[in-house]
Each structure stands twice: as structure tokens, then as C-alpha cells.
């Protein structure tokens, strides 16, 4: 795979995990010495990613990742991701805009009996978990998780007041007390969760739904905390 396909945000996550993960604990000792012997100092973040993942072989591109296929295949730019990357986190120009939307809105598949909410309480196990789709040294294991793996919500977004979430997104807290029920947020909720980028073009936040890291039906379970009036994101 050419190291060409990263793009910047990739690799400034990549260092981030390499450098967590520990290249020291390599047990080619000849390819640890070389990465020791690598001046980090007055390398750009792209070049030491590269040097971290390719040269000093901090992570494992061959290892299998939780979806299938293998961990470097991660590395490899999707179309949005392609187009979204040209922006190094600016907003989106109308033209982008328009056609990263589109394509997101094309990604979306609804339940066939239409969208319905689940049950609040497997929605708050789903966006509390931290476990699906991790990239490690050993992969998650989900065979003994009733409700499969989870969506990361808390890692990025405030939802109830008894826990506390991050800040990457806005706060979810009283989602549905400030925002109801209506079909219309029902569809809003349903296609944000599956793929962001149909309202907010080149966003962070991942594509739960089209990427398959969420079912319809784990979905319909996360909306229910965000919307059920009992869920204590509405308490
Ligand atoms: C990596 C960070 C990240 C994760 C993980 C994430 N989100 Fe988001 N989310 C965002 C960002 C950032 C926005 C704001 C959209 C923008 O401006 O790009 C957002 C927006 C939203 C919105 C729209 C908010 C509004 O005011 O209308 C909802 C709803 C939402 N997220 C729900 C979820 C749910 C549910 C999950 C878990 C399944 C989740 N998010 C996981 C980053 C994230």
C-alpha cells in the first residue's frame, strides 16, 4: 500500500496511536534501534507518522481489523474522505458541500418498517461503549455483548448529566425534551447518527450507519436515549 492514500488527519491519529501503543516495545531489536536512532524533533507531524508507521513499524498493517480485512486497509481515503482531506479542516465550499451531502444522503438506508425508537436502555449501554471498531494489538472481542458493539457517543458528546462526555461535539444533553418527537427530528436524528456528513459536510463525526459500525436497529435504540422522555438524556 502506498503511503501516499494518508491523509493528514489519518496520520496525526496514527502518531497518536503508534506513540501510545509504545514502538519501544518492538521485539526486532534492529528495527527499534533505527527508530531510536530517527531525530522526531525536526520531522513535520506527517513525516513522523509516516516514519513512526512505515519505517520504525509501530503498527501492524497486516494485523486483521474487527470488520474484516486488514488494519492498513483503515489508511485508505474513501471518497469523502478524499475530498473532505483538500479542506485541512476548513469549512466545506458550497460546491464540496453539495456534493459531500448528496453523496451522504444517497448512503442512507431506513428500516423498512419505517423509524421507529428502541429501547432507551440498550441505546444508553450502545453510546456509553467505548468497544467497536478499535484497531489494537488484540481485537475486541463481541461475542458475548447481547447488543454488539457500541457507538462511542460519550467520546465526543455531553448526553446525560450523570456521566460526563466529551466536548469534540455539542452537548446532546435534553436532546429530545428541546426538540420532541416530530417525524422530522425522528428522520434528522435517524440519518445524523448514519451519516453525518448529509447536514454536516466534512464533519468529525464518524459515519455510524453507512460505515457499518451501527445497525438500523442499534440506531433505533441510541435515538430512543436521546428522545424517549424516561431516558435520562431528557431527565
Ligand atoms: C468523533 C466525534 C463524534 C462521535 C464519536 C459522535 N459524534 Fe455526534 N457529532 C460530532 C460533531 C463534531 C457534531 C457536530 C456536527 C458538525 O458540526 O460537524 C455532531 C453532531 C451530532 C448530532 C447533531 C446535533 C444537533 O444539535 O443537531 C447528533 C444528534 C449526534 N452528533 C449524535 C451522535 C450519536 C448518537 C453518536 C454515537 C452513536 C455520536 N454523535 C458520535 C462528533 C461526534
Redesign the pocket.
Known sequence: MSSKLISKVTLTAMTTAVLSAGIGSTSNAAESDKAAAADYTKMSPEALAEHLIFKAKGFKLEQPAQEGGLAGKRLEQDETQKICTVLRGKAADAETAEKVTAMARDSIRYPEGGIQLGDWKIGREL?WSGFGYRIGHKNDDHSGAKNGPG???Y???QLATDRTGGN???T?TG?GKLRGTSEAILKY?YD??YN?NAY?PC????R?GANGM?SSEQISH?MAY?LDPESPVNK
Open positions: 453510546a457507538g462511542n457517543c467520546n465526543c458528546h469534540i461535539g455539542p446532546l436532546y436524528t445524523v447518527i453525518a454536516f464533519t468529525h463525526m464518524p455510524m451501527l441510541i436521546l
